[in-house]
């Protein structure tokens, strides 16, 4: 079969058509159920929304497969799948982004150029060989992705304000959490044997500390009356998770997809937790 050539095998293959890491689901999905959920309505701006998002979000693999492959770094043969995924999640976003200009909601639009800069900054570090093992390019990437919080609420009330900000923002705390935390944890998986204490202080520390102050920055937040008190709760969650996972009880020698569904079923309780804190009254 020539580079070129199409087979079903070819066409299927899940690591061109499909992001392979649960992580990454679970920060354009939290986000976005987030602003769903504070903003309380479904439109039919948002089944738009829906469908550019999940278009976009998609595409980032076969994107990231073709890119890959111009640098040299896969086999030619997963050029033509590769480009069929990219025109299909593609279509998938210009009629979402054509929907929400028909619906009024263009705004968005200036939300998905600010993800696709950073999007085009990825593909660089990516054509270059850079960009595993940085920790700043995930937070920015999960930056981009929890775009979805205010774009969903936006759109689900009519339009941008301040409370969409404030959703980023909390969405955007919890990422780069949980990135550093999971930075460390995989220290751990390549231990044989539990740490003593000054180890796994130099592991952990930066999470805790990050986790520490994300709870202090919420709390200011929350004294500014700007987000409602019960968020407090899951940031708070979250921190004794960093203490638990990243000091008391260390992943020793666990697999990576064990700390990534754990990981994932941590990001599930704090979109419920932020949702049920903007629903209580008060």
Known sequence: ??????????????HIALPQQHGAWALWLAPFVIGVGVGRDI???????TLATTGAFLALQPLTQLVKIAAGRRSARDQ??????????????LVGAAGLVATGQAWVLVLGALALCIL????????RRAERGQMGVEILGAAALALGAPAAYGVAVGGPDMTGVWLWTLCVLQAAGGVVYIFATLVYR????????????????????????????????VAANQIPLGVLLPFSLLLAEAIY????RPPVGVKPTRIGVRQTVVTTLFAALVIAAYWMPG
């Open 245 to 248: 996972g990243g000091l008391l």
């Open 43 to 49: 439109t039919p701006a948002l089944g738009w929304l």
């Open 120 to 127: 085009a900054w990825q593909m660089f570090l990516v054509a």
């Open 1 to 14: 079969m020539t580079s070129g050539t199409l087979s079903r095998d070819t066409l299927f293959k899940r």
């Open 190 to 221: 390549r231990m044989s044997a539990l740490p003593d204490w000054p180890e796994r202080w130099r592991i952990a520390g930066r999470s805790t500390l990050l986790h520490v102050a994300m709870v202090l920055i919420v709390g200011l937040l």
């Open 80 to 93: 033509a799948p590769a480009l069929v995924w990219l025109a299909v999640y593609g279509l998938l976003g």
